[in-house]
């Protein structure tokens, strides 16, 4: 017997909320050639046709989705609250346009195009800052303040000093 010879009053097998079982129902409605809805013959209860029991591993996935979900609001309310204290009393309209070429300094305050308003949290030499956006922390590549980068050429120089030092001691 297939769904479509079925009509109300015929009895099928049906998943019961209130029984937590298969159990033997009797159709009460049909709708487009399909069971619309069903009575329990063990409890009387009227309902939906479930043609099966709810799978569990559905209800677990869902738990698991709501559950990420929390955790990355928490965390997006932490960063949110992070970057609102940063910009607290300050006037946004004196952000930057970030750009690999352009030079920053701590705590300026820089406008990205694709996260938005964020303040360089700290300088990572040579050529990277942290900002703190609205939505978390990120690394910028960029170019630093002069003072901030150390000049390889001078570095070498003194240690080459050193060792004539101590050549000529
Ligand atoms: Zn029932």
Redesign the pocket.
Request: a positive charge.
């Given at each position: 017997m297939t769904e479509s010879d079925l009509t109300a009053g015929s009895e099928v097998d049906s998943y019961?909320l209130?029984?937590k079982d298969m159990?033997n129902h009797m159709i009460i409605a049909m709708a487009d050639g399909k069971i619309a809805k069903a009575q329990?013959n063990?409890?009387g209860?009227r309902h939906k046709y479930r043609a099966a029991k709810p799978s569990k591993s559905t209800k677990a996935k869902g738990t698991t989705a709501s559950r990420a979900a929390a955790g990355t609001t928490l965390k997006e309310k932490k960063a949110t609250a992070a970057f609102e204290a940063l910009l607290k009393g300050r006037d946004s309209s004196e952000s930057k346009p970030y750009a690999m070429t352009a030079i920053f300094n701590k705590n300026e305050i820089i406008n990205h195009p694709t996260f938005g308003l964020g303040v360089v949290t700290s300088i990572i030499p040579a050529n990277k800052i942290e900002v703190t956006f609205k939505d978390g922390v990120k690394i910028l590549i960029c170019v630093l303040p002069v003072s901030e980068t150390p000049e390889p050429a001078k570095m070498k120089k003194k240690k080459i000093r050193k060792v004539v030092k101590e050549a000529a001691a």
């Open positions: 019961c209130k029984c159990t329990c063990v409890c209860g």
